[in-house]
């Protein structure tokens, strides 16, 4: 796992390898979170639900699962300055916590992209 820091502040976290058991790889105060899942074949992890709680939040988190292909991420910052760039390919992941993205596809790419709802029209270019 690698993160990204602007100004101090956490942006981003690159899932590079999937660590045995299960693994949060978000903070559990984030409005998205994320864990990896890495069990041998046999392990059962136990059927559950989650009983209803209010959750708010007030920013939009994505998360992108390359599945296939490459791709290269432009990351900024709040104040939609350009900060870093990062590759991404198949079986990685990255998490977007604040900031912006631009998304460079380099090879024929298949891509989950997962983020809290519901939808809003709420897409402001840089």
Not at 16 to 30: D, F, H, L, R, V
Request: one cysteine or more; a positive charge; hydrophobic letters at 35%.
């Amino acid at each position: 796992m690698e993160k990204f820091f602007y100004k101090k502040t956490l942006m981003g976290i690159k899932i590079i390898t999937i660590p045995s058991g299960s693994t949060p790889a978000t903070n559990e105060k984030e409005s998205l979170q994320l864990l990896t899942l890495k069990h041998p074949k046999g392990t059962y992890l136990k059927a559950h639900l989650h009983s209803p709680r209010k959750r708010v939040t007030n920013q939009l988190q994505e998360c992108w699962v390359v599945v296939k292909g490459k791709v290269r991420f432009d990351l900024y910052g709040p104040d939609k300055r350009f900060f870093k760039y990062i590759f991404l390919k198949g079986g990685q992941a990255f998490i977007l916590i604040s900031g912006g993205i631009g998304i460079h596809v380099l090879d024929d790419t298949e891509i989950f992209e997962v983020k809290n709802g519901p939808f809003k029209e709420d897409k402001v270019l840089i």
